[in-house]
């Protein structure tokens, strides 16, 4: 009783912890840019608009609603759905280097969107606000399926075969990927190749709010099911034994991670290693229960692509890095510390 209140008392103070640096980063990421805009300025225009009153000063107003707001929300809802997929994936899978890039699921989605933007003639990545997510999500959707039914032998998944799986498909619409980008003409394959790293610079207001409400309704769905993920943890039959319907607990995280991650990749490019490295982080502040590590990494995983478009529009003004660049020089080498931990423990 007395542990149990322990990790629940822990898990509160590292969630406000998230939640109040989640706040922090927030503003920053709207103070900070080419034309920098003092923090109590950012916050007297925020409550502005919350309350409803006249700006203060009309140019700041301007800059903050119109371009950085709308950006940082885009950067807060990704990490939050990648974040969320990353944590469903290794639940369902049952390993921890699983995510939506290791899987295919993001080059998936990335291949549909591609093929959207050729197909339709239209050289702007905003092509559609729905038809777009909506190519990306089948592309994701068909990658995880493949990934997922390359993986069952007689019903029961093989994480080493679905790895293995997602390797190869990777490949294979790796070239898909790089055949679009030939075909691409000189507009097309200029938008293609910052958009193929990485970049929520072309998210506006109204995509950001699609990408905001897929981010709660994600957060809202992966809460039940962490239950019946965490008694898969013991295996599919023994799941099945203890009444988790496991069939639909699979269709609906393959089906929430391939529609969420549909949407980040086609507004804002693949980005890489978020949903590997954020659930990690949050295990080892607040233990493995999927109850508090599911909103935990939502925070957390905000607060990283915030912090990492942030990094990304300020370090190199006044031209800007693709933000895929900025999670994978922090998420490479945390994803070799985890092949080195993971060595040594199957060697000692």
Not at 13 to 24: E, K, N, R
Not at 66 to 93: D, E, H, W
Not at 231 to 237: F, I, M, P, S, Y
């Amino acid at each position: 009783m007395v542990i149990m209140r322990r990790r629940v008392r822990r898990a509160v103070m590292v969630l406000t912890g998230l939640a109040v640096l989640l706040a922090v980063a927030f503003v920053m990421a709207i103070s900070l840019g080419a034309l920098p805009i003092p923090v109590s300025d950012v916050v007297d225009t925020l409550v502005d608009v919350v309350t409803g009153r006249s700006a203060s000063d009309p140019l700041h107003t301007t800059v903050i609603l119109t371009i950085r707001l709308p950006r940082v929300l885009a950067s807060a809802a990704a990490g939050v759905i990648l974040a969320l997929s990353g944590v469903l994936l290794q639940g369902l899978f049952r390993n921890p280097l699983a995510d939506p890039g290791l899987l295919g699921i993001s080059s998936g989605a990335a291949s549909g969107a591609m093929i959207f933007i050729l197909t339709s003639g239209g050289t702007a990545l905003a092509a559609s606000a729905f038809s777009l997510p909506a190519a990306a999500a089948i592309g994701g959707l068909t990658a995880v399926v493949l990934v997922w039914r390359l993986g069952s032998i007689g019903g029961t998944s093989s994480v080493s075969l679905m790895i293995l799986a997602g390797v190869a498909l990777n490949a294979l619409l790796g070239a898909i990927i790089g055949f679009c980008s030939y075909v691409a003409t000189e507009a097309q394959l200029k938008n293609m190749s910052f958009w193929l790293l990485g970049s929520v610079g072309a998210v506006d207001a109204t995509m950001a709010g699609i990408m905001c409400v897929i981010a709660i309704v994600s957060l809202i769905c992966a809460q039940p099911l962490a239950r019946g993920l965490h008694v898969l943890a013991l295996g599919e039959r023994e799941a099945a034994h203890a009444g988790v319907p496991v069939r639909r607990l699979t269709t609906s995280v393959i089906l929430l991670v391939a529609a969420g991650v549909g949407i980040v990749v086609a507004y804002c490019g693949p980005i890489g290693f978020v949903g590997l490295v954020v659930p990690h982080i949050v295990r080892m502040l607040i233990g493995s229960d999927l109850r508090t590590v599911i909103p935990g990494s939502a925070l957390l995983g905000a607060t990283l692509l915030i912090a990492s478009d942030c990094l990304a529009r300020t370090i190199v003004i006044p031209r800007e890095l693709p933000i895929g660049v900025v999670t994978a020089a922090i998420g490479a080498p945390f994803f070799l510390s985890l092949l080195i931990r993971q060595r040594r423990r199957e060697f000692v």
